[in-house]
């Protein structure tokens, strides 16, 4: 697809859409309201269409993704944790003492909230390399699917031709 076809405004408007997931910096849920918004009001455009309707798909899945690891977190400690005494902790009322804990019983809660931990920070960081990619290729006038993304809101039929 040549970049000379999609009109300069479609390729700002769609590099705008990806960028505009960085507003849940300061607006809850704005990476997803604010792409979504952009993206209703200028679909009749087949490039800006392309970009948004790919963008929303890729924040819902992230979404989903940031709640299934949330989850298994919760029941982790929910489980584990359980396995935790709560008489090593010894109130008194000068000071609270704090006695050993046996290692096989914190050493796989540990463990699980390290690696839920590092999930985590991995799908921030695969967040921003794809969302900046994204954008980079928007403002290029090149097409761009997200890797590891759900198609929620599927395109229609009569769309599937090549963007122009």
Not at 10 to 34: A, E, M
Not at 97 to 110: G, K, S
């Amino acid at each position: 697809m040549e970049s000379s076809a999609i009109k300069k405004q479609d390729q700002t408007l769609s590099t705008i859409i990806h960028l505009s997931v960085f507003s849940k910096l300061f607006i809850p849920f704005g990476n997803f309201i604010l792409p979504l918004i952009i993206w209703l009001v200028n679909k009749e455009k087949r490039f800006v269409d392309h970009h948004g309707r790919n963008a929303v798909n890729f924040q819902l899945s992230l979404i989903l993704y940031y709640l299934v690891i949330a989850c298994l977190l919760i029941i982790a400690i929910l489980i584990l944790g359980a396995r935790i005494p709560i008489e090593f902790l010894e109130f008194n009322e000068y000071n609270i003492r704090i006695d050993t804990i046996d290692n096989e019983q914190v050493l796989p809660l540990l463990v699980m909230l390290i690696t839920g931990g590092f999930f985590l920070f991995g799908l921030i960081v695969f967040e921003l390399y794809a969302v900046i990619s994204a954008a980079k290729n928007a403002s290029e006038g090149k097409e761009f699917k997200f890797p590891l993304c759900i198609n929620f809101i599927k395109e229609d039929s009569t769309e599937n031709q090549p963007l122009k």
